[in-house]
């Protein structure tokens, strides 16, 4: 039934727990996962992670303290960017005046030190932080819920972007379509090619860069098979 994709309800973990023998730590973990799975908001899935993290017995398997808080918070990428864009010391208030939606001073001076903790800023001569990196991958947790959670975040910031009334660029449109399926491979396909063709883009932009932009790409289906 599970394997067809029926939820498992908490009255059913008990009978699970003692049909696979797990000891009481065990139990503990497999009720976490289970809750993880099947959590409804972001809210809830982020809170069931953070508990999964504390129990696992060795936590950096499963997601690297620094990378978890780095995917965690959308104002991390941000800055990251931004400091290409504008010079940054170590007063931050000139650059949290430009952030949008707005974030503050000492939430971006503890997203300043992880980025240093993680190696992907420092110092200039000028005094300036800069990247060290032209870029940050999710890499090895391209599909775990971290990153999930990351998605959530950035799509939460379209919906801000739709619904404010400023000077901000910006271009959203969306539609609804019925196609085959090889119609759909297709699209996919071609979803695919585009971001590897703006990534090209970004890497051989030469010129300073001017703006932190957001790119998000929605494709899924309304009907199910």
């Known amino acids: 039934d599970i394997v067809k994709g029926k939820k498992l309800s908490s009255r059913m973990i008990p009978k699970f727990v003692e049909v696979l023998g797990l000891n009481k730590k065990e139990a503990r973990y497999f009720e976490t996962l289970v809750n993880l799975d099947q959590a409804k908001t972001a809210m809830e899935r982020n809170a069931f992670f953070e508990e999964l993290l504390k129990q696992h017995p060795d ?9 978890y ?9 941000v800055l990251f960017t931004a400091l290409e864009v504008v010079d940054v010391s170590d007063d931050l208030e000139p650059v949290q005046k430009l952030i949008f939606p707005k974030v503050s001073v000492g939430t ?3 997203s300043l030190e992880l980025l ?3 190696g992907f800023v420092r110092k200039n001569e000028d005094g300036f932080w800069k990247s060290c990196r032209e870029s940050v991958s999710s890499g090895a947790y391209n599909n775990s819920d971290l990153v999930r959670q990351y998605q959530l975040q950035c799509f ?4 801000q972007a739709l619904l404010a009334n400023n000077e901000n ?12 399926d090889d119609a759909f491979k297709a699209i996919a396909k071609e979803i695919q090619g585009l971001k590897a063709r703006v990534r090209k883009i970004i890497a051989q932009d030469r010129k300073k860069a001017t703006g932190v932009h957001q790119l998000n790409i929605h494709l899924f289906t309304n009907l199910k098979k």
């Open 59 to 67: 936590s950096h398997r499963i997601l690297n303290e620094d990378a």
């Open 69 to 77: 808080e780095y995917y965690n918070h959308w104002y991390n990428s």
């Open 108 to 110: 971006l001076k503890r």
């Open 116 to 118: 240093e903790r993680l």
């Open 156 to 159: 939460e910031l379209s919906k």
């Open 169 to 180: 660029p910006s271009d959203m449109g969306t539609f609804t379509f019925s196609v085959s």
